[in-house]
Nanobody, 122 residues
């Protein structure tokens, strides 16, 4: 059974930093692209960062240059380092494995973890 456990969120002032972690179990982590999503109140869940098996990364324009995704296959864990945080980064952050279809990434698993809340105060 797939389990995704996110952690590391919290309350931070604008300009601050946080590092999120996502521990995956029940999947062969090393053969899956992984991604971080976020969902703000009243908005759809969006993919903000992805990392391939080879370590190639991609970011949403809104976080490019501020966020960095990384993975540690030995620990079945993917990280999201968030710098220069803004109030608009406030959201619940989730991770998921990714599938590629027609050049776009989609979540591989239909079930999600509990997410981790990130709140950025102005």
């Amino acid at each position: 059974q797939v389990q995704l456990v996110e952690s590391g969120g919290g309350l931070v002032q604008a300009g601050g930093s946080l590092t999120l972690s996502c521990a995956a179990s029940g999947i062969i982590f090393s053969i899956n692209a992984m991604g971080w999503y976020r969902q703000a109140p009243g908005k759809q869940r969006e993919l903000v960062a992805s990392i391939t098996v080879r370590g190639n990364t991609n970011y949403a324009d809104s976080v490019k240059g501020r966020f960095a995704i990384s993975r540690e296959n030995a620990k079945n864990t993917v990280y999201l380092r968030m710098n220069s945080l803004k109030p608009e980064d406030t959201a619940v952050y989730y991770c998921n494995a990714l599938r590629l279809s027609s050049g776009n990434y989609y979540p591989l698993f239909g079930s999600w973890g509990q997410g981790t809340q990130v709140t950025v105060s102005s």
